[in-house]
């Protein structure tokens, strides 16, 4: 799978894509994630990406030619062909869930736009497939949204994460809360893992599981357990 992150700010994502199972998947060629400085696409002597907004008002409104020279190159903006999926990271997209991320790890090639100060020219639209919101409130920018994207949509590929699709996401804890985990020490300053894990006894522990994904769910997240019911 190949994504491309369009931002004013590419130095946020070096972090996030150079640690730990995303930059193990690049290493392996199982996604391919190239950054892209909006900046660039610009072509005056200032390379003005942002100017003040129509109809007044406060902050910065990113311009429109930078971005769609982005897309542009990206191939984008075309009349034909196989396109990829643009999507733009702001809070007023729909919510980002598992089961998009699932959704979104089956596509070949996704481009995520970020916005930064009080977003991007709305005539960028009409080249926006999905506009995506990973939850109620604003931050300084769509980059970290698209991380969060980034690494929800890797990890939902094939070899990305050790034993990913069967374990978690297809089974019954799907939709729900995880469980609690332990490891040794089996006691730490007085607390005990609960006996069962130490069992042996693979049928109770699985049970056991069971339960705690169940009660932490209803407990914590009975909108989960509801739509669950419905889906
Ligand atoms: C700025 C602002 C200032 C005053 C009043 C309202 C305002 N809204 C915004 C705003 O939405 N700024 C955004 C900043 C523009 C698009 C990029 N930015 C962003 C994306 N902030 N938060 C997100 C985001 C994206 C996905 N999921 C959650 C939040």
């Known amino acids: ?24 998947a690049r290493e392996k060629g199982i996604i391919s994630i190239m950054v892209h400085d909006i900046r ?15 109809g007044g008002g406060p ?29 733009y990271l702001s809070p007023q997209g729909k919510p980002f869930d598992q089961q998009k991320a699932k959704d979104l790890s089956k596509k070949k090639h996704i481009v995520l736009l970020c916005g930064h100060y009080e977003g991007i020219d709305e005539r960028i639209m009409k080249w926006v497939d999905l506009e995506l919101s990973i939850g109620d409130y604003v931050l300084t920018g769509g980059e970290i949204p698209a991380m969060a994207v980034v690494d929800a949509v890797s990890r939902m590929i094939p070899g ?26 089996a006691v730490f300053e007085g607390m005990k893992v609960p006996e069962v894990l130490l069992s042996g006894h693979h049928k109770k522990i699985e049970e ?12 914590r997240r009975p909108d989960l357990i509801s739509r669950k019911k419905k889906a």
Request: hydrophobic share 35%.
């Open 1 to 24: 799978m190949k994504i491309d992150i369009l931002t004013l700010f590419p130095g946020m994502f070096k972090g996030p894509l150079t640690e730990s199972l995303i930059a193990k």
């Open 40 to 54: 660039s696409f610009t072509k005056d002597r200032h390379r003005t990406a942002d100017d003040k907004p129509f």
């Open 59 to 87: 902050g910065m409104v990113m311009k429109i030619e930078p971005v769609h020279g982005a897309l542009k190159k990206l191939g984008c903006t075309g009349k034909k062909g196989k396109k990829p999926l643009v999507i």
């Open 160 to 185: 990305v994460v050790k034993e990913a699709g069967s374990v978690e996401n297809d089974s019954f804890y799907g939709g729900l809360l995880d469980c609690p985990h332990y490891t040794r020490p």
């Open 208 to 219: 056991w599981k069971k339960a705690q994904v169940l009660a932490r769910t209803s407990k």
